[in-house]
C-alpha cells in the first residue's frame, strides 16, 4: 500500500492504493510510518518525497474501513502513521488530484508542498458529521489567517492550488502530472546541505510558533549549540575556505 524509491539521497515515498484515491486505513498508515522510520535511519537518506499513485494525493480516511471498526492511527504517529509524529529529516509533499480531509493533513504534516494547478484542499469533515482532528484545525490557525482558517473548517469548501500558494499552504504550483518532478528538484536543493543542520533548523521551525520568546531563545540554543560544535560545522567552514563542495559526516 505504500511504495518507496530512493534517488540520489531522495526517498521517494508513494502512497498506493488507486482503486480508493489512497484513501487511509490501517495498511497504508501503517506502510507510512514504516517509510519514515526508513527515511529517518537511514544516513544515506536526506530528505523524503510523499506523493500519491495515480495522479491523486489522498483523499482522507477510508470511511468504508472506518465503519468496520478498521484504525487508521499509529499509536505515536496518529492518523497515517504520520499527522501526530512526521519525519525527524524534511519531507516534501508532492499533491497532484485531490489533498482533502485526512490526506490535507497529511500534506500539513509535510514541511513543504509542491502542487499541481488541478489539485484541491480542504477539510469536508462537517458534511459527515465529523471533525478536521488530525491535525488540521490546530495547524491551519498558526499557518494561514484565523478567518480563512475558520471557513475552510466550517463550510468544508475545497480551495485550489493557486489559493493555497496565496495563503501561503503550498510553497510552488507546477503544471498538472509534474508535481513529483518539480518536488525532485526542490528535494535536490536541500539533500546536498548539511544534515544535522537541516535537523536542527526543521525541529526549530516547526517548534517555534508553541514557544514564548524567552522559551525560543533557550530552546534554540539547546538545539543549535551541538551543531556548531559539531565536526560537519567545521568541515563546512573548512571546506568554504578551500573553496570546494563539503563532505558532510552527520556529526
Known sequence: ????????????????????????????????AAALEELD????????????AAQTFCAGMDLKAFVTG???????????????????KPLIAAVEGYALAGGFEV??????????REAKFGVPEVKRSLVAAAGALIRLPKRIPYHVAMELALTGDPIDAAR??????????????????????LAASIAGNAPLALAAS??????????????AWERQGEIAGPVFGSEDAREGAVAFAEKRPPVWKGR
Open 1 to 32: 500500500m505504500v511504495l518507496t524509491e530512493r534517488r540520489d539521497g531522495v526517498l521517494i515515498i508513494t502512497l498506493n492504493r488507486p482503486a480508493a484515491r489512497n484513501a487511509v486505513n490501517g495498511g497504508l498508515a501503517a506502510g507510512l
Open 41 to 52: 535511519a537511514d544516513g544515506e537518506l536526506s530528505i523524503g518525497v510523499l506523493t500519491g
Open 70 to 88: 478498521e484504525s487508521p492511527y499509529i499509536e505515536g504517529r496518529g492518523f497515517a502513521g504520520i499527522t501526530l509524529r512526521s519525519a525527524d
Open 107 to 116: 500534506a500539513l504534516s509535510c514541511d513543504l508542498i509542491v502542487a499541481s
Open 164 to 185: 493555497a500558494y496565496e495563503l501561503g499552504v503550498v510553497n510552488r504550483v507546477v503544471e498538472a502530472g509534474t508535481a513529483l518532478d518539480e518536488a525532485l528538484v
Open 202 to 215: 526543521k525541529q526549530i521551525v516547526a517548534q517555534t510558533l508553541d514557544w514564548t520568546e524567552a522559551e
